[in-house]
Every structure is written in C-alpha cells, then in structure tokens.
C-alpha cells in the first residue's frame, strides 16, 4: 500500500502542506479580530504560550498517529487498538474527525467565496462593471452560490491529482506568494498615516485582561482551529511523511510559521484599521471595542482601500487574493481527510471520490446558504467550538492511554535517534497522558 498511496516528496513540501492547512482565515482573518476584542497583546501571549505548550504536543500526536498507521484517520488509530472497544473508540474518534472537516469546509467554502467575490470586485469596477461590482459585494443567495462553487471546483480540482501533484505541489506554489503578498501589504500600510498608531494598539498588551476565562478560552479556540487539529487533517498529512524525518522538528517548525503569520496578519490588519480611522472611517463598536467579524474584512477595509484612489485598486484586489490563497490550502486539507477514508476504506478511485464528496460539501453549503441565519453560526459552533476540542482531546487520551509507550517511543524515534537524549523525549508521552487532555478539558469545561 506504501507506495501506491503517495506521499509528500520532501520535506519542504510537507512543511509548505502542513503550513498551508494551518494558515488559512484563521490566521488572517481570525486572529486579528480576536486581538482587537481580546485587549491586544495581552491576546497575543496568552495565545503563544498556548499554540506551544498545549496545541504543540496534540499536534504531535496526530502526526504520529498518522505516520505510525499510514492510512487515513480511522485505520490509523485502529492499527493502534488491540481489542474490539478500542477498535470502536478509534473509529467514533477518527471518524468524528472527518465529519468535522467535512462541517468546517461546508461554511468555509461560503467566505473563502466572499473573498473570491471581493477579490474581483476592484477589477470590474476598473473596467467599468460598475453593477457587476456591487452585485459583488452585496450578499445575495446567488453570489454566495456561484462562488461557493467555483471555490469547490478549485479544491475539488487540486485533491484530485493526489498527494505530490495536488497538494504538495499547489501547497509550494502559493505559499510563498500568501508569504510574499503579506509582507508587502504590510510595509505598504506602514507607510501611511495613522499606521503608528495601531502598531502601538497591537503590541501594547493589557495585562489585566491575561487570566480572563473568556481570553483563555477564545485564544485556545484559536489555537486548534489554527493547526487545523481534531479533524482528521493532521493525521493523514502525517501518514503521508517519511519515516525517515524528524517529526518532533517538523511540527515545531510548522507551528512556528503559523503562529508568525498569524502574528504577521495582526500587523497588517490592526494598523490598516487605524489608518481606515484616520481616514474617517468607524472603526470603534457601540461598546468602545474595535469592530471585528465580517464588518472588519468587508466594511473598514474596502473602505479603506477605496480611499486609496487608484492604487487602492491593486491593494484590494491583494489584500482578497491573499485571503482565497490562504482558504485554498487550508480547504484542501479538509476534503483530504474525508477523500482518504473513502478511498482506502471502500477501494473507490481517488479522482471519483473526490468529485462525489467535494460535490456533496457543496450541497451542505448550499443548504447552508439558503438558511443563512439559521445554520452559519450553528455549523461554525459545532464545528469549532465543540468538535474540533473534543476530538483533539480525545486523540490525546488515545495516544495517551491506549497506545504503547514504547510504541510511541519507537515511532518518534524514527528519523530522530537523538530524541532519546532529549527533554521532549522523557516528558512528551505523560504530557500527552494527562497534561494534554486536562487542560483542553478543563478550559472547555469553563466555556460551558
Ligand atoms: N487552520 C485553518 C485556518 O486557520 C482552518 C482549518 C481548520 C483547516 C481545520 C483545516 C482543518 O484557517
């Protein structure tokens, strides 16, 4: 099965893989908006210490989950069972797992939509569609059909070729230019006036706010949702590495970029918001704090890019392009866990697998779309808010608990002989055991 099954050819492709699952609206979108509500950088801290000491060491063990099994989600953590009810445990888990990808993609495919659609809208507007541009930027049935849609198809398209020629190679390409066109956002934006300012508001943190549980809670949120954990994702991306690498190093460098994009992202956004102030712009709610959610990415920015005047153009379109790259790595991710399983488990081709699910997702959005008030914040809290900790947690209890230890031993140690003589070595697997799974649940406990 090994090789007929793929796997990434290197190991920049399955950093650049890995990254792009983890960055994705979370981070962009996400993140900034979190610290604008949450006091700043106080935010900031309390969500570093997070993402290394808590959504780090779950990490690892979906990707040893994955590399130990090589096979999707449910195979992989079956191969770890020795008795019929931890063979059942594992499925509830892996495939808890790939329902809630499923889920994510189902609502994330209607913004990475919107971002299409805002992307295009500077572009008719400059060649004189000036209807076309604002039936773009209204939410309507239709458009968020339409591009729900062609989001599909390019996620469709791209998990159809399989591991090295769809994601991996895809995954190289536009990360880099998510890297690139950020930066240059940024400097640009530094130049304006009233950047200062928002710098100043980002990196000043109030440190009366870090023990606050709704803190704590929203940035642990953010922290799996983030690394994309509890879904399956990170589990067959493991399966796909080499046993010849260093995971401990691999996930540590992948957390790093994500945790730096996102932080990235929070200068960009947070100093455009007050330059969009300077501007005229509202950027403060009613109760005194900064305007987050959907108001931010589709109001006070494209505000404040049409105050721009002619380059305005070209930094909107940017700023929407870089937002449906980033959607479009992450949204691969989500269909590959479900992809695998039925491809593995029911010997269905790949390419056929592909387009039935990607298609089915659609429909889920498309229902979704049609009952908008209803189901969008239903799917997100269910998908994010329950699921993804809960699962994530309960791969820790799996790894934990109903593994080996000298299993898991063996299996870090593959690519890694060091590793015996190391910190991470002698703590990870009881820091899995109970570490791990007491704290997720002691915070989700909290956000009940
Ligand atoms: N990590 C992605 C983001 O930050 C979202 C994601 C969640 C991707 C779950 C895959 C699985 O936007």
């Known amino acids: 099965m090994g090789v007929s099954r793929g796997g990434f050819s290197s190991r920049f492709g399955f950093i650049m893989a890995a990254a792009g699952s983890a960055v994705g609206l979370g981070n962009i979108w996400g993140f900034p908006t979190q610290t604008a509500s949450n006091g700043g950088a106080a935010f900031v801290l309390v969500y570093l210490v997070l993402a290394f000491c808590l959504a780090y060491p779950a990490f690892m063990a979906e990707l040893l989950i994955g590399r130990y099994g090589q096979a999707n989600a449910v195979t992989s953590m079956q191969k770890m069972s020795r008795n019929l009810w931890q063979k059942r445990f594992a499925f509830v888990i892996g495939f808890g797992g790939i329902i809630c990808a499923a889920l994510i993609l189902s609502f994330y495919g209607i913004l990475a939509g919107w971002m299409m659609a805002y992307a295009i809208e500077p572009i008719s507007k400059l060649l004189g569609f000036q209807q076309a541009a604002s039936w773009l930027t209204v ?7 339409i591009f729900s849609a062609l989001f599909m198809m390019l996620t469709i398209g791209i998990i159809r070729r399989g591991v090295e020629q769809g994601i991996e190679k895809w995954s190289k390409r536009l990360m880099p230019m998510l890297i690139g066109l950020l930066i240059l956002l940024i400097i640009y934006v530094f130049t304006l006036d009233g950047a200062r300012e928002g710098f100043n508001a980002y990196l000043n943190p109030d440190f009366s706010r870090v023990l606050e549980p709704d803190l704590l809670i929203s940035a642990l949120g953010q922290a799996f949702f983030s690394l994309s954990l509890g879904t399956s994702v990170m589990i067959i991306y493991g399966s796909y590495i080499a046993k010849k690498e260093n995971l401990v190093t691999l996930a540590a460098q992948v957390t790093l970029i994500d945790v730096s994009i996102a932080f990235l992202a929070g200068l960009l956004i947070i100093p455009a918001m007050y330059v969009a102030q300077a501007q005229g712009v509202a950027i403060f709610a009613e109760d005194g704090s900064l305007i987050s959610g959907p108001n931010l990415v589709f109001d006070v920015l494209p505000s404040l890019f049409a105050g721009m005047g002619d380059i305005g153009v070209f930094v909107a379109f940017a700023f929407f392009v870089l ?26 081709e790949r390419k056929k697998a592909t387009t039935v699910i990607g298609i089915s997702i659609l429909l889920l959005s498309a229902i979704i779309v049609v009952n908008f008030d209803l189901l969008f914040g239903l799917v997100i809290n269910v998908s994010t808010v329950y699921g ?24 870090i140690k593959q690519g890694n002989e060091d590793v015996e003589h190391s910190f991470f070595w002698k703590i990870w697997p009881w820091y899995t055991k109970f570490v791990c799974p007491t704290a997720i649940g002691l915070v989700f406990w909290h956000s009940l």
Not at 139 to 145: A, M
Not at 404 to 410: D, P, S, T, V
Request: proline share 5%; with cysteine; net charge negative.
């Open 323 to 348: 937002m449906s790259i980033a959607a479009l790595t992450s949204s691969i991710s989500m269909l590959e866990g479900p992809v695998s399983f039925v491809v593995e488990r029911h010997n269905i």
């Open 388 to 411: 993804q900790p809960i699962i994530a947690m309960l791969c820790c209890i799996f790894v934990g608990w109903i593994w080996y230890r000298n299993e898991i031993l063996a299996e």
């Open 139 to 145: 939410q309507s049935v239709p458009r968020d059909l």
